[in-house]
Each structure stands twice: as structure tokens, then as C-alpha cells.
């Protein structure tokens, strides 16, 4: 079965420190994996995506990085701002005949001024 | 560009009652899905439409029913209201697969069933 863990579940920082979000995943045939932010009351917006040839990414203070061998990847959010609290969600899909991708659970990070 | 729209924003209703939330995209994408996310449990596949004139259930269907009406809209349907089918609702759609196109998600409508 197809499945996506996130660790940890909550985070609180301070404001200007930097923080790394985890996900393992377990989905096969792997095509590629998203980093979504939801703000309280929004819906997810995608961050990043990372495909199977990709190591690392960057968007502004946000880097993804996957390790497709051991099938993880990471989200480093640096120099945390207080928009920056939200939930964070890895999402990862197949190559093969699914439509669905599988949703992890988030990590819900709060940066505190 | 007003992307994927969901409506109500907010709704409540008794148990027993029935009502259909709305949702309509303007990017043209084939795929649209239903989720619903719960305080500790994530985004949860309700329903999801590959292309127009298709649907199959996902993760949690029961007490659920959709519509793809056309390729801009896809409804979703309950019945016959629950307690348990108090939650946020999300609306989503993709475009090209083969492209790695992300999901579009609307801002959710909000359900309390009393």
C-alpha cells in the first residue's frame, strides 16, 4: 500500500531560525514528490516538486531535497517568517495508472515573532 | 484567473438534510477530485473524476455521490446529512499527469451537520 509519513506532526520556532520538515514515502513506481503549504483557511498551494534525477531544489527560503534510494525527502525553510506558519504537506505520486496521488498527514509549523 | 472555485464557503445543516457543494475550474484541466480533511487525519480522497464523463471512488466514498457535469464542474453530493460528515471540503484539479502538473486546490467549504 502506498503511503506517505511526515515527522514531526508540529513545530514551534522562533522567528528568523530555521527549521527541516521530513517525509518517507513508500509509493511505487515513484514519479514524483510536492511540497504543499496551507495557510489556516486556505486550500494547499504547491512549494516545490521534486522528480526521480532531482537532489535538491530551491524556492526563495524554501529547499527540498530527495533521497530516492532511501526514499526521503526533506523541506528546509530558512530564516522562518511569521507567514511562514502553516501546514506542510509531502505529496506523492506514481508513474503508473493511478490518477491519486497520496497525501501525507502534514506538519503543522507555528513561528512565534 | 479565478482557478478552482468552491461554493458555499460555509454551510450547516441537520441531520437527514441533503445538499450539493459546487466546484468549477477555469484551466481547462481534465482531472478534478473531492477531499475532505479532518483535524489529525490529512486530505482524504472522497471521490475523483480522470476526465470528463468519468468518476471513481477514492479512499472514503461512502455516503457520498458526484457529478462531472461538464469539464469545468464536478459536484459533490450527500444525501442524506451525518454527524460524521462534518468537515472540510475540498475541490481540486489537475492538469496534464504526464507534464507533473500540480494539484489546484479550491479554498474548502466548511459543513457542520447538528
Known amino acids: 500500500k502506498n503511503q506517505v509519513e511526515q515527522s514531526p506532526q508540529s513545530l514551534i520556532i522562533l522567528e528568523g531560525k530555521n527549521c527541516t520538515l521530513q517525509?518517507?514515502?513508500?509509493?511505487?513506481?515513484?514519479?514524483?514528490l510536492r511540497w504543499y503549504k496551507q495557510d489556516t483557511g486556505r486550500g494547499p498551494v504547491s512549494l516545490t516538486i521534486?522528480?526521480?534525477?532531482?537532489n535538491t531544489k530551491s524556492n526563495g527560503r524554501y529547499t527540498a531535497t530527495l533521497d530516492a534510494d532511501t526514499k526521503q525527502s526533506s523541506l528546509h525553510i530558512t530564516a522562518s517568517q511569521l507567514s511562514d506558519s502553516a501546514s506542510y504537506i509531502c505529496v506523492v505520486s506514481s508513474s503508473g495508472g493511478s490518477y491519486i496521488p497520496t497525501f501525507g498527514r502534514g506538519t503543522s509549523l507555528i513561528v512565534h515573532p | 484567473n479565478a482557478g478552482v472555485t468552491q461554493t458555499p464557503k460555509f454551510q450547516v445543516l441537520k441531520t437527514g438534510q441533503s445538499m450539493t457543494l459546487q466546484c468549477a475550474q477555469d484551466m481547462n484541466h481534465n482531472s478534478m477530485y473531492w477531499y475532505r480533511q479532518d483535524p489529525g487525519m490529512g486530505l482524504r480522497l472522497i471521490y475523483y473524476s480522470a476526465s470528463e464523463g468519468t468518476t471513481d471512488k477514492g479512499e472514503v466514498p461512502n455516503g457520498y455521490n458526484v457529478s462531472r457535469l461538464n469539464k469545468r464542474e464536478f459536484s459533490l453530493r450527500l444525501e442524506s446529512a451525518a454527524p460524521s460528515q462534518t468537515s472540510v471540503y475540498f475541490c481540486?484539479?489537475?492538469?496534464?499527469?504526464?507534464?507533473?502538473?500540480?494539484?489546484?486546490f479550491g479554498d474548502g467549504t466548511r459543513l457542520s451537520i447538528l
Open positions: 521534486m522528480t526521480f534525477s532531482e
Open positions: 481540486a484539479s489537475r492538469g496534464d499527469r504526464a507534464l507533473n502538473q500540480p494539484q489546484h
Open positions: 517525509c518517507n514515502y513508500t509509493v511505487s513506481p515513484f514519479s514524483n
